[in-house]
């Protein structure tokens, strides 16, 4: 069994799982294996909450992704979003998962 489970990311959204979410979680599982060089995900090894619960929202999040702009469809064009709905929630992933935010030079 694994760190992270489609069932975890199902629960988080409220849905049933299907081949899509599961194609998300195993690619945000890949990802976040590959940026947490640091941690050991082999085994029955602890992975740190905030690592889990991140990479439960960062699946969720590619799950949700539509063309809408806050990643839910809807009727606005998205000039009706009050600041950087998504911006805000990566940088609070980003801040679980144990990853520094990009910056800019």
């Not at 947490?36 to 082999?42: T, V």
């Not at 809408?68 to 009706?80: E, H, L, R, V």
């Amino acid at each position: 069994m694994s760190w992270i489970e489609p069932e975890d990311v199902a629960a988080q959204l409220d849905i049933e799982v299907d081949a899509r979410l599961t194609n998300c979680v195993d690619a945000r599982r890949a990802e976040v294996e590959l940026l947490r060089q640091d941690l050991d995900f082999s085994g029955d090894v602890e992975i740190p909450a905030g690592v889990i619960y991140g990479t439960i929202l960062w699946a969720a999040m590619l799950y949700q992704a539509r063309s809408a702009p806050t990643g839910f469809a809807g009727f606005g064009d998205g000039a009706d979003i009050q600041g950087d709905v998504l911006g805000t929630r990566i940088g609070d992933i980003y801040r679980l998962i144990g990853l520094r935010r990009p910056v800019t030079a």
